[in-house]
């Protein structure tokens, strides 16, 4: 697998030749409330990291708060991954929760670790196996180590960005950006973080694959993103903003993190500024 993303036919011969643990980052509709599925859909050796629940840290207000490197290790370990582990994630819909739980990895310094591009849908089409079950797992030790860079950043930080030459990207639709329809959240205002760009996340997707990294740039050039510039990604609640960062990064660019509180944050906060045009 590559640094970013692995297909399903690789994944299927790499589970018949090696040991990877494969994870699905599950998760509610944000919208609707519907429950993501958990019976079924469920790739051979496959455990679920749900973040609506233990996969995120509910100590504040926010409801997808990114957990400490050392709540993670417990969380990992108690799936019976370890720091060297090859780990592949992926989510029911086809790219929508994996990209989070992926970027949370690499926040604690995992390196080996690829997100299935497609998710189930690409699985299944291939026509292989759901195995109907999740497995027993066993319990290991994870150690966390320190990143060779910053994966997330937080309010003070976009804040400071506002006023610097570093490019916020906002992965939420447009009415939602341009503060034309109610936030789904209760409480938060309209609108967007002033200078903010526009990317809906479901631009850099094509039936829940990303899109090749030369019609990426193209979206992100067209957009008047400089990928050689610093960015900061953010949405509703720290969730899809990881698929606009994951489809930087697969452009090539470096310097790219995610506002861990989003919206959910910034447009509960009267002290931050909000642009609606």
Not at 245 to 264: H, I, K, R
């Amino acid at each position: 697998m590559n640094r970013f993303l692995i297909s399903a036919g690789t994944l299927r011969q790499t589970l018949d030749e090696n040991a990877i643990c494969v994870l699905r980052a599950i998760m509610s509709d944000p919208v609707n409330g519907t429950a993501d599925i958990t019976g079924s859909q469920i790739i051979p050796g496959a455990l679920d990291i749900n973040l609506d629940e233990e996969g995120s840290d509910h100590s504040g207000d926010l409801p997808h708060t990114n957990l400490s490197p050392d709540a993670l290790a417990v969380l990992l370990g108690s799936l019976g991954i370890t720091e060297n582990s090859d780990v592949v994630i992926y989510d029911n819909r086809g790219m929508f929760t994996a990209p989070r739980l992926w970027w949370m990895l690499k926040a604690a310094g995992h390196d080996k670790v690829a997100v299935l591009d497609g998710g189930w849908p690409a699985w299944q089409s291939a026509g292989y196996p759901d195995s109907g079950a999740a497995p027993h797992s066993g319990n290991a030790l994870y150690n966390p180590s320190s990143p060779s860079r910053k994966w997330f950043v937080n309010a003070e930080e976009v804040s400071n960005a506002l006023s610097q030459d570093i490019q916020i990207i906002d992965a939420r639709s447009e009415a939602r950006f341009y503060g034309e329809v109610e936030e789904p959240r209760q409480g938060l205002r309209r609108g967007h973080m002033p200078g903010a760009f526009n990317l809906p996340f479901q631009c850099v997707l094509d039936n829940g694959r990303f899109k090749s990294p030369e019609a990426l740039r193209q979206i992100f050039a067209d957009k008047g993103i400089d990928l050689d510039k610093p960015i900061i990604c953010s949405c509703g609640s720290g969730v899809t903003a990881c698929i606009t960062g994951m489809a930087a990064l697969l452009c090539g660019a470096t310097d790219v993190s995610v506002y861990d509180g989003a919206w959910a944050e910034w447009g509960a906060n009267s002290h931050f500024p909000v642009e609606v045009k």
